[in-house]
Antibody
Framework: QVQLQESGPGLVKPSETLSLTCAVSGYSISSGCYWGWIRQPPGKGLEWIGS???????YYNPSLKSRVTISVDTSKNQFSLKVSSVTAADTAVYYC??????????????????WGKGTTVTVSS | EIVLTQSPATLSLSPGERATLSCRAS??????LGWYQQKPGQAPRLLIY???NRATGIPARFSGSGSGTDFTLTISTLEPEDFAVYYCQQRSNWLTFGGGTRVEIK
């Protein structure tokens, strides 16, 4: 059974870059699926950040695209998120997840199937 | 951006009752809609994809319907573990979520 685990600093200063990693176990990233990041500000709803395929193909939320980079490291079976120029509005629980939507022999990033437990990131000086 | 509006914001029901949750899209999204359940302190769980397909391991009491702009998640008989927040999510144009409906014990 696939398991995902987020890791990274819990506190980031304003204007700096937030960096998180999601370690995947029980499944090889190279085998397929899309791998994504979703966040949830305190007491609020969910926001999709972006998704990546093992080949490096990415999809980003247009509202965050200019500040977000998602990358994959198949040798370590993990993928990562960077958000630059953070502000207090980036304070949230950050989740990593996979998307196993499969149709006509192709994977798509459409829905999030398996999730990590989430990690809280606070932006504050 | 496609906006998803969920109603009601809060639904107060008793175990054993039927729950009907609504999600309305700002423009037609065909059947490209999913539903998630989130309990306090936990990650969301995918329940339904493409409007009416149950995800792996989801009990039959959860069902989804709708197309175009109006969608419904129905829980036929509420179990104690079903009290949670439910989100809809569309995949027609990027991925966006609704604001959520809280199902609470009456």
């Amino acid at each position: 059974q696939v398991q995902l685990q987020e890791s990274g600093p819990g506190l980031v200063k304003p204007s700096e870059t937030l960096s998180l990693t999601c370690a995947v176990s029980g499944y090889s990233i190279s085998s397929g699926c899309y791998w994504g990041w979703i966040r949830q500000p305190p007491g609020k709803g969910l926001e999709w950040i972006g998704s990546i395929y093992h080949s490096g193909s990415t999809y980003y939320n247009p509202s965050l695209k200019s500040r977000v980079t998602i990358s994959v490291d198949t040798s370590k079976n993990q993928f990562s998120l960077k958000v630059s120029s953070v502000t207090a509005a980036d304070t949230a629980v950050y989740y990593c997840a996979n998307s196993r939507f499969y149709w006509n022999e192709v994977y798509y990033h459409y829905y999030m199937d398996d999730w990590g437990k989430g990690t809280t990131v606070t932006v504050s000086s | 951006e496609i906006v998803l509006t969920q109603s009601p914001a809060t639904l107060s029901l008793s175990p054993g009752e039927r729950a009907t949750l609504s999600c309305r899209a700002s423009q037609s999204i065909s059947t490209y809609l999913g539903w998630y359940q989130q309990k306090p302190g936990q990650a969301p769980r995918l329940l339904i994809y493409d409007a009416s397909n149950r995800a792996t391991g989801i009990p039959a009491r959860f069902s989804g319907s709708g197309s175009g702009t109006d969608f419904t998640l129905t829980i036929s008989t509420l179990e104690p573990e079903d009290f949670a927040v439910y989100y809809c999510q569309q995949r027609s144009n990027w991925l966006t979520f609704g604001g959520g409906t809280r199902v609470e014990i009456k």
